[in-house]
């Protein structure tokens, strides 16, 4: 069974930086190695819906990255540590949320994630 621990989540200010994590365990459909998975970053703030933040295709596929955090925003893989990152820089109070790691075997765009992590709260104070 495949684990998704997102963490890096916490108080920052507007216009910190955040890295968030998320530690990859267990077996997946794809295998064991990130670099078999599209990442998939999802965030949801009180009361309104999941939104996506970006998709990131395996093997040099397409991606994706929400409007709201074009140009700031990336996604990456740390192979040896089987953990995907998010980096946002110039955070913003509206990035507020609850952020969430998915991954799939299949390539972005995805109509779903075949695993979800639980989320780490990430609060950006004004």
């Known amino acids: 069974q495949v684990h998704l621990v997102e963490s890096g989540g916490g108080l920052v200010q507007s216009g910190d930086s955040l890295r968030l994590s998320c530690v990859v365990s267990g077996s997946t459909d794809s295998g064991t190695s990130v670099d078999n998975y599209s990442i998939g970053w999802f965030r949801q703030a009180p009361g309104k819906g999941r939104e996506q933040v970006a998709c990131?295709?395996?093997?040099?596929?397409?991606?994706y990255y929400a409007d709201s955090v074009k140009g700031r925003s990336t996604v990456s893989r740390d192979k040896p540590k089987n953990t995907l990152n998010l980096q946002m820089n110039r955070v913003k109070p509206e990035d507020s949320a609850l952020y969430f790691c998915?991954?799939?075997?299949?390539?972005?765009?995805?109509?779903?994630?075949?695993?979800w992590g639980r989320g780490t709260q990430v609060t950006v104070s004004s």
């Open positions: 998915a991954v799939d075997g299949r390539s972005c765009p995805l109509p779903g994630y075949a695993h």
């Open positions: 990131v295709s395996s093997h040099d596929g397409p991606t």
